[in-house]
């Protein structure tokens, strides 16, 4: 029996097909957003400098001490530059977080490095009263950017201990915003910085821990990046 597929029948097929990946595309990238984490594996990511570990939890990314590891970072295969992330983190009490954004790693000659040595921004995470939502300039020499921090009797409440708290971070040139459940944080503009870390990376911190203590955990979800021209 001869086909019924006509050549125009298939070229309908095929533009309807055309048409629904166009759809599915635009509604992960809706308003120039990507989703960076699925919520069902950490592909695209790689563990660096320590070793805690990372895994898919509950639709979450979750990261747990090691005890006597040094900081642990999940580092993003991709790298950015001037950018707007999103995400929702949940920390341990006594533990101490953050997120790295246009980082690097340094080669290190050292046995159980782990991949190197992150380095670059980071974006605070921990207990209120504290200082989550500030600049550090991780494995940089050269301690707190954001100048705030550096008054230690500053602190904020900001984030909902025990909680989940959605944090907003916009990078563009030499300034980095940030808010945490809405309320603005860190205004930073830092030309030095912004020289030598003008791109790279963002990673997800799992802070080193000493022995006997712990374990601790942070996790992560709803992470999402748009690109800024």
Not at 36 to 58: H, M, N, P, Q, R
Not at 153 to 176: L, S, T
Request: hydrophobic share 35%; aromatic share 10%; with cysteine.
């Amino acid at each position: 029996m001869k086909s019924l597929k006509t050549p125009l029948f298939l070229a309908a097929g095929l533009a309807a097909g055309l048409a629904a990946a166009a759809l599915t595309v635009s509604a992960q990238q809706e308003g120039g957003w990507t989703s960076l984490f699925d919520g069902k594996s950490i592909d695209g990511w790689a563990i660096k400098s320590g070793f805690a570990t990372y895994e898919v939890k509950d639709g979450t990314i979750h990261g747990t001490t090691a005890e006597g590891s040094p900081n642990t970072f999940l580092c993003s295969k991709e790298q950015y530059g001037d950018f707007e992330l999103e995400f929702e983190v949940k920390v341990h009490d006594k533990l101490n977080s953050g997120v790295q954004i246009r980082s690097q790693l340094k080669e290190i000659e050292k046995e159980n490095s782990h991949g190197g040595r992150v380095f670059g921004p980071q974006v605070e995470i921990e207990s209120s009263p504290g200082q989550a939502g500030y600049i550090y300039g991780e494995a940089t020499g050269l301690g707190w950017l954001s100048p705030e921090p550096n008054n230690k009797d500053h602190a904020h409440n900001h984030m909902k201990n025990g909680e989940w708290n959605h944090f907003r971070i916009v990078a563009k040139g030499p300034r980095i915003q940030t808010w945490i459940n809405g309320q603005a944080v860190a205004d930073l503009t830092h030309e030095e910085i912004y020289k030598t870390h003008p791109k790279g990376f963002i990673g997800l911190q799992v802070h080193g821990i000493g022995k006997q203590t712990g374990p601790y955990d942070v996790a992560w979800r709803n992470l999402r990046i748009k690109p800024l021209n």
